[in-house]
């Protein structure tokens, strides 16, 4: 369970360099779709070892797998196909972009790390307190809701770009008008769905 766990948390980083990539051509929407394919394919593994009492193991694999699955086919269209010019070789590789990068990207290397410490280290800390039978209790609403949550990051994640080109404009106005109401739109919409699961969430899983 272990090496799966570090395997994904190792992978992740590739992943965040294909997202950025994506992000940066402005094409995150894509990225986005395939986190949203990820997460659905886990879900229904999810409920599959649900229903016939799989064990830790089998729980953390589909987890950790099927977003990193969707993530590669993603990278392997983009180096081979829609962006083949992007494709890495050690013969663009500078020392001095390097260093530029890792200055300008401190921050949100801080924020991948803990974003896939919380995703991954949940489901090992409920198992370790509570055992591992309580565990899909905890993952399987958590997927679920997590559909909405990649849905509203489909939406945001793509201004990326957007918020770069204008902050070297100069143009904070809008930075400001389009944070405002991105963030009232996810959140509306993340509530909404939250409130919706709340209400068919029994009945659901009753199923």
Not at 5 to 31: P, R
Not at 81 to 109: I, K, N, Q, V
Request: with cysteine; charged share 10%; proline share 4%.
């Amino acid at each position: 369970m272990m090496a799966i766990a570090g395997f994904a948390f190792a992978a992740s980083f590739v992943a965040t360099g294909v997202s950025a990539l994506w992000s940066g051509l402005q094409e995150g929407y894509w990225t986005s779709i395939a986190s949203m394919l990820g997460t659905g394919c886990s879900f229904i593994l999810l409920c599959s070892i649900y229903l016939t009492g799989g064990g830790l193991i089998a729980f953390t694999a589909v987890m950790a797998f099927p977003p990193l699955l969707a993530t590669s086919v993603l990278a392997a269209w983009l180096f081979s196909g829609r962006h083949a010019r992007f494709r890495p070789s050690m013969a663009d590789f500078e020392w001095t972009c390097l260093h530029s990068l890792m200055r300008s990207g401190g921050s949100f290397l801080c924020i991948t790390l803990g974003d896939v410490a919380i995703v991954y280290s949940a489901n090992v800390l409920i198992a370790t307190h509570f055992g591992a039978a309580v565990v899909p209790t905890y993952s399987i609403p958590y997927s679920v809701f997590a559909v909405i949550v990649s849905i509203a990051a489909a939406a945001v994640q793509p201004l990326w770009p957007a918020y770069a080109d204008a902050r070297v404009r100069g143009d904070w106005g809008w930075i400001t008008k389009t944070a405002r109401r991105s963030v009232l739109r996810t959140t509306l919409f993340t509530a909404v769905g939250a409130l919706v699961f709340v209400l068919v969430a029994k009945p659901a899983l009753a199923l």
